[in-house]
């Protein structure tokens, strides 16, 4: 796992993080700690989404990305700006590294105006338009099919983009990625496929779900080529996404990726956990992605104490300062509820070309 | 007289009760979806259920609603008697070919040959701030296909009762449980009660107007109803109980003796049920009535997430008075 | 003044000759589903355009319905125009999950940043023993969906003109074809005609009474209205042409003028698109109307296969007609 | 292919024909014989009900078995009378060879009151509770799950049943195929899966609609075992049925078994046949599997002209029978037509045990 053949993608700049940072296929320092802060970033968002949930400023269903920030980090950040993305209702994390704003991010789960989507999708309906990010869908394995779409356009359009999905070990139970992936083949559309394994499907373990449990097996089963990946180990992650995505670019093919990770946290705020065992969680928290990785860095004399230091103080600040935008945001008004069920744009009938 | 013991339970305990009584009485009953099993189910309904029944009894499924759906109505054909758990209405729509395509019409097809004892049960609602993909309520919609029963349990006895007869019944019923209702509390004799599953009830008796719902709506009624007594409107509330096939009798009867209804739905109002309950009682008691039917129904929009947004999007107790204190001719 | 030429062509000709127009001016516009290309399409409505167009714009798919709806969706937002064909609608139920809980709510639930301007395409109806899993008519069932826009083209000139302005609109449109329809032979102008798609249509003026319909319903409608003429009643004969939004105006006139109305449907009675109407018609018109509004449905039965059977499951001329001689204070 | 390992099913009584004719595993004259004469009575009945549709006695779609005999019988003849047959829209000569009566059969083609279905059904509906025969449905991959669905029945009732399910290639693209196939597996239910390939779902050839064309190797990626056969070849079929009955009453676990067929005639009544060239049906008419076993069995002095035409005469007259039987039929009351909406029989609320 994670001993891939180095490449170079298409674009290495990193055009979907905010903070428009340059990460090469072979990074260097300030690129590995971009990586890191990626990951800070999740996870003191998520903890903060935590906090305000317990204090009832967030509510509905609230699905933690703990332990897993490796992926959405490994994966993006090789992503280009063009790239469509398509998650699912645990996405906060693909959203913020897709190039969201925290604030943004954090005002749409305070329900405000302000949010991305006007306090109207919540926690599991992430969208972003600028960063083209297709949303977080809840219906688990029914963003599958989008992501063939947006492939189709974009292979229609000439365009060199890709589209990248994310889904759970649950989602390749359902039929819907089985259509999906057979579609994706047999077009030879540039879909980068990325399994997020988690080893539960709410409190259903892995191993109970799936007959086969060697999941790029399955992808070989519809002709789609693929790897499974350490997805507690960012590099690993990074290595394994460079080599997908040159593969899709240059073989105009689609590319199945299983990233092997864990949630720390229960699935849903609601959730009892009574289908894993503490001791579990705990074995899984060693492999904890930026802890392993900061001490890396440290070791590899990449990271000095003061750096990491810093580095958490600026993300606690964006973190504070989404908290404040939040609560400073207003209600959307009752007036507006029923807007965007459908286009305000009028018939446009007479726009016909 | 024999004192009658009354219990206080959950909706929630009573679903689980009406379960665990069925799969005690009759071994052909399993329980079989998604997380029913080790997580204890997804809205805690059947914790505890695995310990005591097995795993060859309550079934922990992948996530494939048109698989195990299916899968429900083959154990069921052949001789099982299946209770299928979907989460939420909004996954059935993945299960709606074996559901609509297959269970509802084996029977017809096969000329009598073949019936479906299958239920399936799934909950319903919105009111938790769980958006577009979380919220519907479809229960009205499934109520257009022939071939369906339709159960909308909306007391701690309904829920308790209905699932016996529904699992005796040869053909496929739906059980529709409000997921706001789960930890709703009531009373019932200590045994559970006896309910049918072909009639409605009138759960409070009036001589103005009758308010027409089912589920949730029942109880945002009553409220309803305790806000017109105030003004001196007396409002009698009926409660569907099942939404297929329509128990016609009690309803003309209320609206007979009230001449004015509303229907309250918190489904969509367009091409919901509540226009077919609008259109039969206007069809059979147009001379009657002393003013059109009235609904009061979800507005029609995909559920919106935040808190303000979600509440003005469904009926509420307050909008239900203020509707029917507007109809023509009602003193108060 | 120029010579308004007219061209005699079959329903499915002005469908196909839509498709092809559409393609012809808009490169982003494709055709995608089961055997659209090389069979020519199940009911023969793309033969040739494989031939035109190419397989990369006449996409034959397999047999996964929900695979490629939902990739019409991500199409549609990636920034193509994609026509979908679903074979029948009965088959839409396996992509029920894209239809509705992708295609309708995307742009509500992004807060109006991402529009999904699809079209699907299936046919409906029955009347052609093709029995229960063949001959649905769910046009009105998914009228229910808000987010949806849902047409039903009647004649040769709507099965033309609604293609365009349904690729034009920012959101999903379902276009509805009545199988037993596509051999229907009628004339249009030479380059088709610019048709809104937003409003219904009086086909046929009368004072009497308003039969309100759609699809196969507005020709067995005009039938029974040439019946009652014999007799002297004048119908007035709307074809809703959409089913949703509905044009509340052009039906209200019409009822307001007439005081009578009988909705057509040849879907199932309980709780179909004409229980909405019937229900619409009475909330507006309640004082106005002369008697309840009446309801010519189909049978709520699967339909069955043999022709006996299921011509008496469809609302037929005679049975409208019939209907509008029982209705109150009818001269004639 | 069809190189099988013999085994001896646990029933080798061919229960499931009129006939009650006995098959054993190694099969001697009279077994073969019966083989062709299954064969030749789904051809006969076939041509008949290509005829009578032309003369508009039967309506509706109409699918034709012609070339695919030797899979219904090859299987069919090797269950028990007690397995659940799930099967297709294309499901004459499943229904004929699990043992209905060619009278219910075409009855209920012609409509009529005594076809099995009360001529509900029709063409595509076919049912009978008595052999076992669950249906056509005429939703492609729609039966699968309900087929998983028996298994877990008589799995449950600790019967040593298995359910037995016919499916085209075109159900091989739809998520119901895969979620069964999953489910079978996983559960360890005794399915026979008989995925019949005749290289067309409609118009639509095999090798565009499949990624990966090798089935045996997608049903390996559910961890469910199988093999592919030469389904002309009615005594491939068998032995390849052998085995796989065997194998699922032995070890308690799902098979599948492609048989690569052909059908003679066009989809459906309505296929103009645009995507096939006449010489690819010819190519394919040489393997005929009833002329080919004819000559397979007058080659091996197992059948004489004589033995041969006096089959064909009972045939015809089977077939000539079915057809007076069904011109005589009834037509079902109309005041029947709601009937069977629902179970006529009452709530039974008072049964409880
Ligand atoms: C179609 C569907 N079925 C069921 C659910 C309920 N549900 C929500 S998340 C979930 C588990 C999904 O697990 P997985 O795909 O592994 O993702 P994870 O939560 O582990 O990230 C389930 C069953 C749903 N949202 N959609
Ligand atoms: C879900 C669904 N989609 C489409 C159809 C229309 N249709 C009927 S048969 C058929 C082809 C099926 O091919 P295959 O499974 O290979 O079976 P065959 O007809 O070749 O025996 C199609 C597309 C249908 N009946 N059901
Ligand atoms: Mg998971
Ligand atoms: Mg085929």
Known sequence: ?353 | MKELKQQKMTYRQAVREAMREAMIKDDRVFLMGEDVGLYGGCFNVSEGMLEEFGSERVIDTPLSESGFTGAGIGAAMGGMRPIVEIMTVNFSLLASDQIINTAAIQLYMSGGQFNVPLVIRMATGGGKQLAAQHSRSLEGWYAHIPGLKVLTPATVEDARGMLWPALEDPDPVLIFENTTLYNYEGYMPDNGSIVDISTAKVRRNGADVSIITYGIGLHKSLEAAGILAEEGIEAEVVDLRVLRPLDNETIFKSVSKTHRAVIVDEGWRSGGISAELSSRITEKLFYELDCPVERVCGAEVPAPYARHLEQASLPQPEKIAETIKQMGGLHG
């Not at chain 1, 999708?121 to 099919?145: E, Q, R, W």
């Not at chain 1, 060697?214 to 519809?222: E, G, H, I």
């Not at chain 1, 899984?284 to 004399?301: A, H, N």
């Open chain 1, 1 to 353: 796992m994670g001993n891939y053949r180095m490449g170079t993608p298409k674009k290495t700049a990193s055009k979907k993080t905010t903070e428009k940072k340059a990460v090469s296929a072979k990074p260097g320092k300030s690129e590995k700690i971009h990586l890191l802060t990626q990951m800070i970033r999740i996870r003191q968002m998520e903890e903060k989404t935590y906090e305000m949930y317990t204090k009832e400023k967030i509510r509905g269903f609230l699905h933690l990305y703990d332990g897993e920030e490796a992926v959405a980090v490994g994966i993006i950040e090789n992503l280009d700006k063009e790239d469509g993305i398509v998650s699912t209702y645990r996405e906060h994390g693909h959203a913020l590294i897709a190039g969201m704003s925290m604030n943004s991010i954090m005002a749409e789960l305070y329900g405000k105006a302000e949010g991305c989507s006007g306090g109207r999708g919540g926690s599991m309906h992430l969208y972003d338009k600028k960063t083209n990010f297709f949303g977080g869908s809840a219906i688990v394995a029914n963003g599958l099919p989008m992501a063939v779409g947006l492939a189709m356009a974009y292979k229609m359009q000439n365009r060199n983009s890709i589209s990248c999905c994310f889904f759970g070990d649950g989602a390749v139970d359902e039929g819907e990625f089985h259509e999906s992936m057979n579609l994706a083949s047999l077009w030879n559309l540039p879909v980068l496929f990325v399994c997020e394994n988690n080893f539960y499907s709410m409190g259903m373990p892995f191993e109970l779900a799936q007959a086969e449990t060697d999941l790029v097996k399955k992808a070989n089963a519809y002709k789609i080529e693929g790897a499974a990946v350490d997805g507690m180990d960012v590099m690993a992650v990074y290595d394994a996404s460079v080599k997908a995505i040159n593969y899709i670019r240059e073989q105009k093919k689609p590319w199945f990726l299983e990233c092997q990770t864990y949630r720390f946290r229960a699935h849903s705020m609601f959730d009892p956990e009574r289908y894993r065992e503490k001791d579990e969680v705990k074995e899984w928290k060693k492999r904890d992605p930026i802890t392993t990785f900061t001490s890396r860095l440290q070791e590899e004399g990449l990271l000095d104490e003061d750096e990491l230091n810093e580095i958490k103080k600026r993300v606690a600040e964006e973190v504070e300062e989404s908290v404040e935008f939040s609560e400073k945001g207003t209600d959307e008004p009752i007036e507006n509820l029923t807007r965007f069920v459908y286009s305000d744009e009028p018939k446009t009938l007479n726009k016909s070309k």
